[in-house]
């Protein structure tokens, strides 16, 4: 149970560290500084609350002991007895498909892949071995689940939206939340929800863009998996980057706070999203200032928290920032850390899931074996071309096809994800998977070596590299202005340049370039079609496996192949692939998102899939 389940007792905890605090702790707390630009010291220094690691910013090897000294370094600093009320720091990651920062995780799918398997208890223990791997870091917080229902599959997080379907994310809302918090107990880890709210509604599909829709829609539509994210008792929220009719959501006092907390009851905390707020003004203390009164309560910070945090006191000094909501948002901060129990828990380094390792476990990656196979939706099968015999002589060809790094997609080891096998530690590849059960196949990426006197099947693995966030973005038409300018100056941080100067505003939605400007594979990556073409014109039939961030049109590449297969971004464990081409387990998948037809039309609508008879 969590350590603090008496309301009373509670609110009584809260209180006495509270009147303890000076306004300069309470400040403290209400930053969490990215770890390029913190040290120990600077926490114990500055009382800061939390500390996080941006995708792909990773100690050290980037090995779990390497996390663990890390995390324990930071925690050590918080607990400080030097006079200061000791507040034990917590640490932040985007562990959305897998503790996938780190080498040798056990990668998951991405979320669109575990909205095609329709299976709710499958994502809840996908979240419960997902807390393992982060404990086994020394890491107590999660940036996850993400709970957009994306509209508009132009948008580069499509991947990170279980479903377009609201009924089907809010299914697995609540079970994601449970499998990662669980009983607060040592098994467990804190929950973020993201990012709130109406991400995924934004017009066009552009990342960080302006969701124009009704509130009756963005009830209906954007917040309602929220409400059983909320039940199950989800401790932290992450305010979103898109506006709602034109006004930024780090900015909306009426969605942060009187939605949020007063009509829904949320007594958490809320956290910005990566310099969220301040991208509300080109003043950057007017920004801050905005964010803080309307409800956010946790400022995450990419480099630069000293400013923030110089620039709240100068607010709270000058009565922009009334003290009460210092004080309201700081008791939502020490209410989560007491709830899961940070004051009682050992160090990092002596916790048990530090100690036990687990990471990368046979049994996780099992689990995510199992997410693989549910996770494949067959688009097309002509006669009996699957399952495939073990004993045929199988040409595997694509790009994706001995690719682990592609197969994982964005936020897996970098920011924007990673090409090649040598990054992706542990699990298998699909040409792997295959092999290892056909041992007569052949690996020929650009099926050069196709030979129909040898091969009597091809299976060509096609499809998009990987990307994150605006850089995943299908943008057909520029968006000036519509949405939060990033700062002046160098790409973001996370992409290994400095970070810009000042804080600028550009007049585009992202300073980040966009993936493409259309969802025709063809145009996208016509090395696919060249492959697949390459080996039909040898008279071998062709079975296509898609590795994609979301449903694209791919009428000539279908047209091309006797069976087709969406496999999503199915992460480390590639051999789940080959576990339905052989027939060891059913084809199961079913679309959670429409497919495209080259019309713009649905070719295939929600719930749509084969099954092998
Ligand atoms: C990113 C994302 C958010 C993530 C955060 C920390 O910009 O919008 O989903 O949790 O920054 O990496």
Redesign the pocket.
Known sequence: MSAMSNPNELSQRIEHLLAQMSVDQKLGQMIQGERMSVTPDDVANHHLGSV?S??GSCPGANRPEDWIAMADAYWAASMRDDGRLPIPLIYGV?AIHGHANVLGATVFPHNIGLGAAHDPDLVERVAQATAREILATGVEWT?APTLAVAQDIHWGRTYESYSSDPALVTSYAGRFVRGLQGDLGQDTVVASV??WVGDGGTTNGVDQGNTEISEAELRAVHIAPYLEALAAGALTV?AS?NSWNGVKCHGHRYLLTEVLKEELGFDGFVIS??DGADYLSPDYSVAIAMAANAGVDMF?VSADWRRCLRTLQELVANGTVPMARVDDAVRRILSVKIRYGLFERPRPAERHWSRAGGFGADAHRAVAREAVRKSLVLLKQEGDILPLSTDATILVAGKNADNRGHQCGGFTVAWQGVSGNDQIIGGTSIWEGIHAVAPQAELSVDGSAADPSRHTVAVVVIGERPYA?GMGDIRVVPQVGTGSARRDGPADARLGQPMGAGSGFGGITTSLPAYGTTLELARLHPEDLATIRRITAQGIPVVTVLISGRPLIVTPEMAESAAFIAAWLPGSEGQGVADVLFGDHPVQGRLSFPWPDDDGATRYPIGYGLSLN
Do not use: I, N
Request: net charge negative.
């Open positions: 996080l941006g995708g985007d940036f993201k990012h992450m980057f999203d990566w995450m966030e």
